[in-house]
């Protein structure tokens, strides 16, 4: 699956949003990704989550991503390289595995995410990985909108995405969006609430 072929199921099920947005990071954006829409049908689901587990290098043993956005896509993922799925989840401000979910030391992890803008869930979920005593090897995505192609260099992490998509963001105080009201004022289509960027 290429990167037009994701963009076009993304845009038949109304997936990529354009308008005035309020990210999780606090940032404004003229796009918003609602991948939930995409992977609320099955069949693209599995398609989109087959495509991503060929393009991942590395093996694991666990696929992992941060509730909400990355649940149905963690499944789907494990699914297709025939590993467990798990999810974490956020505790008051601070990410962690619950409902009796657990790494065993020295699994090797990989962490998929919906979207990256920013990466902090994935770095969340990264650090709550190597509490853990298990190894992430690789981070993957449906979207990356971080604008950077290696985002988790720093992490010596391979990282892989189906579609590399440019979209805006601003602070709040520099949004041209903000400035020319003609959109109204931002909304937050997500469930995670925004921080201050």
């Not at 992430?136 to 892989?160: C, H, M, W, Y």
Request: net charge positive; charged share 25%.
């Amino acid at each position: 699956m290429n990167q037009e072929q994701v963009l076009k199921q993304l845009r038949e099920t109304s997936a990529m949003l354009e308008g005035h947005f309020l990210l999780s990071s606090g940032r404004h954006s003229d796009r918003y990704f609602q991948c939930a829409l995409v992977l609320s049908h099955p069949r693209r689901a599995q398609e989109l989550a087959q495509a991503l587990a060929v393009k991942v290098q590395q093996t694991c043993d666990v696929v992992v991503g941060p509730a909400l956005g990355a649940v149905v896509l963690s499944y789907e993922m494990a699914r297709a390289l025939n590993v467990r799925s798990l999810f974490t989840e956020r505790a008051g401000t601070k990410m962690e595995l619950r409902r009796g979910f657990r790494f065993e030391p020295g699994e090797r992890v990989l962490v998929v995410e919906d979207v990256l803008t920013t990466g902090g869930s994935v770095r969340e979920v990264l650090e709550v990985v190597r509490a853990a005593g298990a190894s992430p090897v690789a981070v993957a995505s449906i979207i990356n909108r971080s604008g950077d192609s290696k985002p988790f260099q720093a992490e010596d992490l391979a990282f892989t995405a189906l579609a590399e998509v440019k979209a805006q963001a601003w602070l709040p105080e520099e949004c041209p969006l903000c400035k020319s009201g003609r959109l109204g004022p931002a909304i937050k289509p997500g469930s995670r609430p925004a921080v201050r960027a």
